[in-house]
C-alpha cells in the first residue's frame, strides 16, 4: 500500500514539475534541431529528384530518373557492394577485437589504466592523420611493414595498390583505430556483471568458454547490441580513411557510396544524383540499423 502511495506521489511530482517549465525554453533546440537537421533532409529528398550541379540557381527537376540512372549505374553498385563488404567485415573483427582487448584488460591486475589508455588512444586521433601514417607504413617501396617482410624473407606486398588488398587494408586501419572504443563499452558491460553469477558457475565446475558462452555472453547482450549499431553506422559511412588512404582506388577498388557521393556531387558537379545516392545509403543505414537492432534485442530479451 505504501509503495503504490508513493508511486502516485512520483508521479504527480513529475507532472507538476513539467507544468511548472515553460514550453518556450525547449524553442531554441527545436529551432536549431530543424533548421539544421529537419529542412536540410527534406531538401535533399527535393534535390535527389534535380538535375543540379550544386552552383547555378536553376534546377531541372526530373522526377526519378536519378534513381532509373543508379540502377543501370555500374558503379553505384560496385561502391554499394564495397560499402556492404567493409561494414559486415568490419562490424564482425572490431567487435571481436575489441571483446578480445576487453577481456584482456579486465583481467590484468597491475597496468590497467595503462593499458586502457595505450588501446583507446589511437580512437583519439583524427582518421586522415591516421590514415596518412599507415600509407607511410604499408607503402611498397619504404613503408616499415614490407621492410619487416623482406628481412623475414617476404617479398613486399602492394597493400594499397593491389585492388584484391586494398580495402581490406583499409579495413584493418578502421579496426586499429576503433576497437579501443568499443572496448571500454565491454569493460563497462563486463563490470556490471555480478561477481556471484561467476562465482556460481565457477562452483557448478564451468570451464572458462563455458563461462564466457553461457554466462558472460548472455549478460552483455545489451553491450553487443550498442557495439554492432556504432559499428554498422560507422562501417557505412567511413569516408576519411578512403580518402587518405586509397582515393577510391586502384581504379574503384575501395570507393564506397559516401566517397561516391563526394566525388559525383562535388568534383562530378552532379549534386541531383550525388543527393540521391545519399538517400539510398540512408535508408540502407537505417534498415541494416533496425535490423541488426531487433536481431540482437531478441538475444538481449532472453538473457
Known sequence: MNTNVLTINRTKNKRSLAARVPIWMAVPSITLFS?????????????????WDGLNPVMEFVGLRNYRDMIHDARFWNAFKNSISLTVSLTIVQNIVALALALFVDK??????LFRSIFYIPNLLSGIVT??????????????INL????????????LGNPDLALW???FVMVWKGAGYYM???????TSISKDV????????AKPIRKFFSVMVPMLAGTFTINLTLSLINGLKVFDQIVAMTSGGPGFATETLTYQIYTVAFSEGKQGYGT????????????LSLVQTKFTRHFEVEA
Open 35 to 51: 533548421v539544421f537537421i529537419i529542412l536540410p533532409s527534406i531538401m535533399s529528398i527535393y534535390f535527389s529528384l534535380t538535375s
Open 184 to 190: 571500454i563499452i565491454y569493460l563497462a558491460g563486463l
Open 169 to 171: 587494408s583499409v579495413t
Open 198 to 205: 561467476l562465482e556460481a558457475a565457477d562452483i557448478d565446475g
Open 108 to 113: 590484468v591486475r597491475r597496468g590497467k589504466t
Open 131 to 144: 590514415g596518412y601514417v599507415w600509407v607511410a607504413l604499408l607503402n611498397y617501396s619504404f613503408g616499415v
Open 276 to 287: 540521391a545516392v545519399a538517400m539510398i545509403l540512408f535508408l540502407l543505414t537505417l534498415v
Open 148 to 159: 619487416v617482410l623482406n628481412k623475414i624473407g617476404i617479398p613486399s606486398v602492394d597493400w
